[in-house]
C-alpha cells in the first residue's frame, strides 16, 4: 500500500524470510490456528488484488459460514443454514509465503533482512527515519524516511520510541484471560471429503467460570489443525495423551473422535496468549510522519479471529489517511482512524473475555452486562433463525458494522427465539458422518 504513495519503501525485518512456506522465529504463534475472517480477506484483496484466490490456489481452504461450519455455542449447535459470510483457513506460513511473493513483485520495495528497528529518528513534531541495528554484527546504522510505519506487532517499542522524543507514553489497556493454546496438525483421514467443515465447539461462560473450547480448521494439504485452549487453571496438555483426553473433556467429544481417526504430524506444541493489549496512540500531540497499526496498537485474544484482519483494514485506513491528508500533515488524524479500526473487535474480544473471573481487568459494569444478555440471547436465537444468524456472522466476520444487529427483523428473531428445540448433536451430513469412528473402534 506504501508504495502507492512514494517511490521507494524499505521493510526493516527482524528475520531472514524463508523460500517458501516455512515456520520462522519472528512469529511464534504461526504453528496455532488462523483464519482469516471474509472481512479481512475482502481488505487483503484491496491492498493485494487476487491474494484470496492466490491463497486457495495454494490448497487454502475457503470455508463457508455457515453451511461449512459447525459451532456448538451456549444452547446448541448452530444451524446449518446456506452460506452467509465465509472464513480462509490455512497455515500461517502460507499465509505469509502468499503475501510475500506478491508484495515482493513491486520493485520498490525492498527488505532489509535480519535487523531490528531500535528507535525513530527526528523530534517531538517530526519523525524522520528509523534506527537500526543489524542482528549478526550489531552495528546501528540509521534510513532517512519521510513516513515511517510500526508493524513490529505485539512486542512494538513504539511508548519508549515516543518518550525518547519527548512526547507522553500512550496510555494502555490490557485484559487478559490467562489463555493457553495447544495445537497440533493431523493428516485428514480418507473417509474425510475435500470440504469438511470447520468445527468450534466454544467455552460456555454460562456454565464455567474458566475458558475451556477447541477448534478443528481444514487448511492445505488435506490437513486439519487442531487448537485446544484453556484458561491457568485448565492449561490444554502438551504431550499425547493429555492432548486427547482434553479433546474429549469439550463440551462434545466430536474434535476428539474425528483426531482418533486422524495421522498426527506434528507434537502438540503450547503457547501463552498474551491477553487483548490496546495501546492509545490517538495521543492529542502526534509527530507527523509516524503511525502504528496491527499488533503494535492492538492485540486481541486469538481465539476470536480477528488480529489479521484488523491489520489488514488497518492498512486501508492508513490508505486511505495518505489519500487525504498526504504523508507530511494531519498524521495524528490518521493514526486516529487506524485506532478505530480495531474497535469492534476489540469490544466482542474484552467483553467476552470478562465474563471469566479468571480474567485480569475491569469488572464490567451494569451497560456492560446488559449488552451481554442481549448477545447472549442473539446467540441463542442464531442457532434456529437464519436471520439473526445472518446478522451475527455478518459482524463477527467484520463485514458489517454492530448496527447491522438492531435492524428490526433481527430483533424480531431475537425476541421470538429459535423456533425448534437446541440440537444437540453436530448437524454433520450423511457424507461426512464416516469420518467418525465406527463403534468397533
Not at 490456489?57 to 463457508?64: F, L, P, T, V
Request: charged share 20%.
Amino acid at each position: 500500500m506504501l508504495a502507492r504513495h512514494t517511490d521507494s519503501v524499505t521493510i526493516v525485518e527482524r528475520d531472514r524470510l524463508p523460500d517458501g512456506p516455512a515456520d520462522r522465529k519472528g512469529t511464534p504463534q504461526a504453528r496455532h490456528t488462523h483464519v482469516l475472517v471474509s472481512g479481512g480477506a475482502r481488505a487483503l484483496d484491496q491492498l493485494l488484488p487476487g491474494t484470496t484466490q492466490a491463497l486457495l490456489d495454494h490448497g487454502a481452504q475457503y470455508i463457508g459460514t455457515p453451511n461449512r461450519l459447525l459451532v456448538l455455542m451456549s444452547r446448541g449447535w448452530l444451524g446449518r443454514f446456506e452460506e452467509m459470510q465465509f472464513i480462509i483457513g490455512c497455515s500461517r506460513p502460507l499465509l505469509d509465503w502468499v503475501i510475500r511473493r506478491r508484495v515482493f513483485t513491486e520493485d520498490r520495495i525492498t527488505v532489509r533482512q535480519a535487523t531490528d528497528a531500535v528507535g525513530l529518528l527526528g523530534d517531538g513534531h517530526r519523525v524522520t527515519g528509523v534506527r537500526v541495528r543489524d542482528r549478526q554484527t550489531g552495528r546501528t546504522s540509521h534510513i532517512e524516511a519521510d513516513f515511517v510505519v510500526d508493524a513490529t506487532g505485539q512486542g512494538s517499542d513504539a511508548g519508549t520510541w515516543l518518550t525518547d522524543l519527548g512526547l507522553p507514553a500512550p496510555a494502555e489497556q490490557h485484559i487478559d484471560p490467562q489463555v493457553f493454546y495447544s495445537s497440533r496438525i493431523y493428516q485428514a483421514p480418507s473417509t474425510a471429503g475435500d470440504d469438511f467443515p470447520e468445527i468450534n465447539i466454544m467455552s460456555d461462560p454460562t456454565r464455567t467460570d474458566y475458558v475451556k473450547a477447541g477448534v478443528l480448521v481444514p487448511i492445505e494439504n488435506r490437513q486439519w489443525i487442531v487448537t485446544l485452549v484453556g484458561s491457568r487453571d485448565h492449561q490444554p496438555p502438551t504431550d499425547e495423551t493429555g492432548f486427547a483426553g482434553y479433546a474429549r473433556s469439550l463440551r462434545h467429544p466430536v474434535i476428539a473422535d474425528l483426531i482418533d481417526t486422524a495421522k498426527p504430524l506434528t507434537p502438540p506444541r503450547g503457547f501463552r496468549i498474551p491477553g487483548n493489549r490496546r495501546r492509545h496512540f490517538d495521543l492529542a500531540t502526534w509527530p507527523q510522519g509516524f503511525v502504528v497499526l496491527g499488533d503494535a496498537a492492538c492485540t486481541f485474544n486469538p481465539i476470536y479471529g480477528h488480529g489479521m484482519a484488523i491489520a489488514a483494514r488497518s492498512a486501508l485506513a492508513l490508505d486511505t489517511g495518505l489519500r487525504r491528508y498526504g504523508p507530511h500533515d494531519d498524521t495524528g488524524r490518521i493514526q486516529r482512524d487506524i485506532v478505530h479500526t480495531a474497535d469492534v473487535a476489540w469490544d466482542m474480544a474484552t467483553r467476552q473475555d470478562l465474563r471469566y473471573p479468571t480474567t485480569i481487568g475491569p469488572s464490567p459494569g451494569a451497560l456492560a452486562r446488559l449488552q451481554q444478555r442481549f448477545l447472549d440471547r442473539l446467540a441463542w436465537a442464531a442457532t434456529g433463525s437464519r436471520t439473526v444468524a445472518a446478522a451475527q456472522l455478518d459482524v463477527y466476520t467484520l463485514s458489517e458494522p454492530p448496527s447491522r444487529l438492531l435492524a428490526p427483523s433481527v430483533i424480531l428473531g431475537i425476541l421470538l427465539g429459535p423456533r425448534q428445540p437446541a440440537r444437540t448433536e453436530p448437524p454433520l451430513t450423511s457424507d461426512e458422518q464416516p469420518a467418525l469412528p465406527t463403534p468397533s473402534d
